[in-house]
């Protein structure tokens, strides 16, 4: 009698039949994969490592995790929140503003917190506001708010302040201060003709229709002023650098080359501006409603602005003052115009 004895690896009492080696291997490789891949199945559904946002709250009920959008984090909503780009005020207190702001939105402008006008922001994001009535006297602080539909109000960050002199036919100082910012200067006094720390901002008519030149110099100074190199008068800087100079001598009617100068403690000059001039006749200077006087600076197309709201006007004082106006381009310090009214309403 033979015995045939089976090998130990391919013994198999529970299923009482023997498997050969390959099939154990194969068992065990598909094993090992469907292990993996419940593995993979876990790590996407259940992410781990530092993204993970285990910190967020989590709806009651849900089991979804939610995200609040606070006003600290405004900006990633894609808000534009209203800003100042130009502002410019009148020696008589009139100002222009414009700004950007949310396409869509409101501005209001407010001064010293009372609010003055409220304009719609265009299309394009942008915002323009003409204040007709002149700011008061004194510092006004302009603020802007935006609001927006279905969106809480917003300020702005931007704070204008705006020094309105006094003593009329003065440049107002317009600073910009943001929160977080330096501040800066939009406008300083004087925006006429300037030459260093000289400058001759108003020409202006007594009651007699007697020449008055104002402007600015270094404080303590002597100003001395010429008409066509003559000598015509003379007048020192007060200790905030404004000077006031009425000629001593009699101007005739025409047009001048006026010169200023200022002189230093030595006299030699140390700052000097020459513009053309045109004295006007007296009987002319006792200004009539609807008439104004030439600054230095000025163009026909920035008094048109001011008093029409519109540059493009200019041709209506061009018009009415053909036997004074040579060039469009070219008008004189000291010339009285007469602005007619144009009638209403105006294409804006």
Do not use: C
């Not at 931007?158 to 330096?182: K, M, N, S």
């Not at 002319?284 to 008094?303: A, C, D, F, N, Y």
Request: net charge negative.
């Amino acid at each position: 009698m033979s015995l045939a004895f089976a090998r130990p690896e391919e013994k198999n009492t529970a299923n009482g039949f023997l498997r050969r080696p390959s099939q154990v291997r194969i068992a065990f490789i598909a094993a090992a994969l469907l292990i993996i891949a419940a593995l993979v199945v876990f790590l996407i559904t259940n992410p781990l490592g530092p993204d993970r946002p285990d910190d967020l709250p989590v709806a009651e009920g849900t089991g979804e995790r939610q995200i609040t959008i606070t006003e600290d984090s405004q900006d990633a909503t894609g808000i534009i929140p209203p800003t100042f780009d130009i502002v410019r005020v009148d020696p008589d207190g009139l100002a222009i503003l414009a700004g950007r702001a949310e396409p869509g939105s409101e501005i209001t402008l407010f001064a010293n917190g009372n609010a003055v006008a409220t304009v719609p922001v265009d299309s394009r994001g942008e915002w323009t506001i003409q204040v007709d009535t002149p700011l008061e006297t004194g510092d006004q602080e302009l603020t802007l708010e935006m609001t927006l539909s279905g969106a809480p109000t917003i300020k702005s960050e931007q704070v204008v302040v705006i020094a309105v002199p006094e003593r009329p036919g003065l440049q107002p100082l317009v600073v910009l201060g943001q929160q977080g910012g330096a501040s800066r200067i939009l406008q300083q006094p004087g925006e006429g003709i300037v030459s260093g720390e000289l400058s001759l901002n108003i020409v202006d008519y007594d009651e007699g229709g007697a020449v008055i030149l104002q402007g600015r110099a270094k404080p303590g100074t002597l100003v001395r002023a010429y008409v066509n190199n003559q000598l015509i008068g003379e007048a020192r800087a007060d200790e905030e650098g404004e000077w006031i100079l009425s000629p001593d001598q009699s101007i005739s009617p025409g047009v001048y080359d006026l010169r200023i100068d200022q002189l230093g403690d030595q006299g030699a000059v140390t700052a000097r501006l020459e513009v053309p001039f045109e004295r006007a006749a007296p009987e002319s200077t006792r200004l009539q409603e609807g008439q104004v006087i030439v600054q230095p600076g000025k163009s026909l197309w920035r008094i048109s602005r001011r008093l029409y709201g519109r540059g493009l006007l200019y041709t209506v004082i061009y018009e009415a003052n053909r036997d004074q106006i040579r060039d469009p381009d070219l008008i004189y310090p000291g010339q009285v115009f007469a602005t007619p009214t144009v009638p209403e309403p105006v294409d804006q």
